[in-house]
């Protein structure tokens, strides 16, 4: 297993704190510091601008904010918490009684040392999210000056986007969401890990193209999909990355059909390297697949996730941060994206050059020299077995990816020994 935990740390520390939404500057800063690990496109699109059924929002900006009460001592302070205010609230400086304020306060008793998170995207309001144990405490009738400093003007969303030629044309789509402020499991693991997993799919000779995206959520989706629709109808599968930094198991969101070769890849490699996991089944609920798989599109996009969003206490709480996250949980993930996505890139049928018998293993040099004393055994890992399960294979039907399906044997392996027989020219790859 590679490790990136040192650098992943870096970077859930620095980008933890911005303060992040549909729009304005926290994006903009996040994608920038992304810059210094992938060379990420920053695209903008106007607001006001349709794309499909939606209209691109106005760009949302806050400096400060806070709750005093009537002695001035301030009781809220967004300068401690960027959760504290409902993102997207609109401006609001005075003083108002707490009845008024109360219709604006957001808490969850059922956690009430946790501060919530909420949006107002799509319509003009304010408010404030606070503990429940905070509130209780802090709010006693009297009167509130209240303040939020921030603008809802004409700007631009922004999303980043980062192209792998590889190979051959066909393309996989990466895709994370860019839009919650200090929310450390969703999303900043997600984007994070999406930056890593770019640089090392950049490293490597690909097959296929990737097409890595930095959205805000649905929004961001839709109006690349808008954008680029005639790219996106060729796409021919890809993930969906998000909340991978979680302390619990591992687990995935299959893609709208279960049986599609993404979602068997993706148990694959969970069975490969010894993980028990939870498979979330598709649901029409979720992120960006929402947009990815709709009918125009179709396409079949999974998730590998480690606390999968909606699924564990502290989902969408301030209780979501660095000391629930761990740069290793998000290292241990990206491994598994990164082993998925050898196997899609590299994943290939084979033919027997001669494929009639068996091939007298000894006359290419596949034979160990006392070959009467050894036992067969059944899909070993030993070179020999390999070799066996290719040759008896590779029939020009059945994926490499197929022979590991239904030998149990390590991908890699047996990419590593195909390798070797293409080379003594006793099989060909017919088939990317
Ligand atoms: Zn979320």
Redesign the pocket.
């Known amino acids: 297993m590679e490790d990136f935990t040192e650098e992943i740390d870096h970077y859930l520390s620095r980008l933890f704190p911005l303060t992040r939404s549909l729009t304005g500057e926290g994006n903009r800063e996040t994608l920038k510091i992304l810059q210094e690990i992938i060379p990420l496109d920053i695209k903008e699109y106007p607001s006001g601008q349709r794309v499909y059924d939606w209209i691109i929002p106005k760009e949302w900006n806050i400096r400060d904010a806070w709750i005093k009460n009537s002695q001035g001592v301030k009781i809220i302070d967004f300068q401690k918490s960027n959760i504290h205010v409902v993102n997207y609230s609109i401006p609001i400086h005075k003083k108002i009684s707490f009845d008024i304020l109360k219709e604006h306060l957001y808490f969850r008793k059922d956690l009430p040392e946790a501060i919530p ?1 909420r949006t107002a995207y799509y319509k003009r309001d304010w408010g404030f999210c606070m503990a429940y144990n905070d509130f209780k405490e802090l709010f006693n009738g009297d009167d509130y000056f209240v303040h939020i400093d921030s603008s809802i003007q004409d700007g631009v969303l922004n999303l980043g986007e980062f192209l792998i030629k590889g190979e051959i044309d066909k393309e996989y789509l990466i895709s994370t ?1 860019i ?2 402020p200090s ?1 450390a499991n ?2 900043l693991s997600g984007l994070i890990l999406t930056a890593f997993l770019a640089r090392e799919i950049m490293k490597n000779d690909n097959n296929f193209s990737y097409r890595i995206i930095f959205v805000p ?1 649905t929004i961001g989706a839709i109006a690349y999909c808008a954008e680029n629709e005639q790219y996106i109808k060729e796409v021919d599968c890809g993930f969906v990355v ?2 991978v930094g979680g302390p619990g198991k591992f687990g995935y969101k299959q893609s709208f059909n279960k049986t599609h070769k993404i979602n068997r890849v993706i148990e694959k490699v969970f069975c490969d390297n010894k993980i028990n996991f939870i498979i979330h089944p598709f649901d029409v609920h979720g ?1 960006d697949e929402r947009q990815y798989s709709s009918p125009g599109f179709r396409i079949n996009m999974a998730t590998i996730t480690k606390d999968k ?1 909606y699924e564990y206490d502290y ?2 709480t301030s209780l979501d941060d660095l000391n629930f996250v761990k740069a290793e949980y998000v290292n241990s993930s990206l491994n598994l994206y990164l082993q998925t996505i050898e196997i899609l890139d590299n994943d290939c049928i084979y033919k027997r050059v001669n494929p009639y018998c068996e091939l007298m293993l000894s006359r290419h040099g596949l034979y160990p020299d006392k070959g009467g004393t050894i036992l067969p055994g059944v899909n070993t890992t030993d070179e020999l077995d390999i070799v066996l399960n290719l040759l008896f294979y590779a029939d020009g039907n059945t994926s490499l990816f197929e022979i590991s399906e239904i030998t149990g044997l390590p991908f890699r392996l047996l990419l590593k020994i195909a390798q070797k027989l293409q080379q003594k020219q006793l099989i060909e790859k017919i088939l990317i």
């Open positions: 998170y969401y839009c919650h929310l969703d999303n959520e998000t909340t992120s969003y989902y969408h």
